[in-house]
Every structure is written in C-alpha cells, then in structure tokens.
C-alpha cells in the first residue's frame, strides 16, 4: 500500500487499490454529487465492473438521479447498485416521512448509514471521493486511512484542489451536475441542501442551519450514536 507522505497521482492510488491490493474486494461509493463524475471516470479506466454504490434514500433531488444515469450510460460502468434504505424500518420510525425533521442523525442513520453497512458486507475497503478542501472537518484527510466502519478507504482525490478539479472536467469533457448551475456545490437530500451562503466552504450548505456536519458514514460508530427508538432493528 501507498505511503500517504508521498501518495502518487489519484488514478495510480483508485488503479492499484482496484486490481491490486484489494482486487474483488473493493466497492465504490458515489453520491453522484457535483464532483462525483472525476472519480467515476477514473473508475471506468481500472475496472467498468467495479462495484460502484448509490445511497438512494428517498430524498434525493430528481436531477440527482437522472444525473446517475446520464453519467452510467457515458461512462459505461456495468455494476452500479441503488441501495434503499429498509422498508420496513421506514415504516415503523418514518411513516410519514418527516423523521429530517424531528431527529437528523436517525434519519441518516436509516436512510444512509444502515442501508451502506449492509451494502458493503463481503467487501475489506471502499473508495470515496472526499477532499481536503471540502471542509474544516476533512482538512486532515490522507489518500489511504483505516474507516469509520473499520474498513480501509480509500481517497484518491484527498489532495486535490478546485483547479485540478475543473481541469479535469474540462480535459474530459464530464458532465457537470444539473444543479450545479444554479449555485449547489454539495448535494445530498433534497429536504438537507441548501446553497451555500458566500465565502463558506462547499458543505456549508448541509443540513444548514445546525451544527450537523457528517452524515455519519465517515465518523466512527461510537461517535455516531443516533437517538435510536428501544425497539429499533436493522432487518433488512
């Protein structure tokens, strides 16, 4: 494995990590955000089968999903899996749907959390697209750390700057997100995401508003203890 005092180019890292060090043993997951599509590029050049996972969790804004598919087709990628959130906890702790509401890091925990550890049973690592330069709380970020859930992940892009970012759209000829245009820089839940306000950093806009910063499924379990309902379970 790489050593992150000297990581080498971000397809160098997603190549070896994908038919080498964790071949048949790694996952991909995407939000299919607006920065999505550079990972996913790099992706189709190692391995158009590699597993790639999409957290569909109901909330999503529609443009998110045709953008999915918009950049699947393009790019060729054979083994993306949709991965809902459990009917039926839906049905006994968000049956009207405005649990986000009430209690955000339960309905994380369900709608994303959850539904991503049952996703990634069989696998030892999963890549993420995540940056230094997304928010004070990545600002230590390496290319290749021991997860939250125990699991290696790894950050190809963990170093990577706006420009190279735009760069690297622009050399491809990638498709930007939908809502991009209109002001988003990071997107989640349509009923969470908001524009950022100026000079705050890309995430700012969040779950704006509360001090929330983290969906969860990249802070470590024990510090993501959610308000869980006693007779919560996690039967899919």
């Known amino acids: 494995m790489f050593d992150n005092a000297a990581p080498p180019d971000a397809l160098t890292i997603l190549r070896h990590a994908v038919t080498r060090d964790y071949a048949e043993r790694i996952a991909l997951v995407s939000s299919f955000g607006t920065e999505s599509a550079i990972l996913l590029h790099m992706?189709?050049?190692?391995?158009?089968a590699l597993p790639v996972i999409f957290l569909e969790t109901g909330k999503l804004f529609p443009e998110t999903l045709a953008y999915r598919d918009?950049?699947?087709?393009?790019l060729g990628l054979s083994d993306v899996r949709s991965i809902r959130p459990s009917g039926?906890?839906?049905?006994?702790?968000?049956?009207?749907?405005?649990?986000?509401?009430?209690?955000?890091?339960?309905c994380c925990a369900i709608r994303k959390t959850n539904p991503l550890d049952e996703a990634l049973t069989g696998f030892e690592a999963w890549i993420t697209g995540r940056k230094r330069g997304q928010s004070a709380t990545r600002a230590n970020l390496q290319p290749v750390e021991t997860g939250a859930d125990g699991r290696i992940t790894v950050n190809p892009l963990a170093f990577w700057s706006d420009e190279q970012l735009d760069a690297y759209f622009e050399m491809h000829d990638l498709p930007r997100?939908?809502?991009?245009?209109?002001?988003?820089?990071?997107?989640?839940?349509?009923?969470?995401?908001?524009?950022p306000l100026p000079g705050q950093d890309k995430r700012s806009g969040r779950w704006a508003g509360s001090a929330k910063t983290e969906c969860g499924i990249h802070v470590p379990r024990a510090m993501n203890q959610p308000n869980w309902p006693d007779s919560l379970t996690f039967d899919v």
Do not use: E, N
């Not at 039926?88 to 209690?103: C, F, I, S, T, V």
């Open 88 to 106: 039926a906890q839906l049905a006994a702790y968000d049956p009207d749907g405005r649990l986000w509401q009430k209690d955000t890091d339960l």
């Open 177 to 195: 997100h939908p809502l991009q245009a209109q002001g988003y820089t990071s997107i989640g839940c349509a009923v969470c995401t908001q524009k």
């Open 70 to 74: 918009t950049l699947v087709a393009q």
């Open 43 to 48: 992706a189709a050049q190692a391995d158009k």
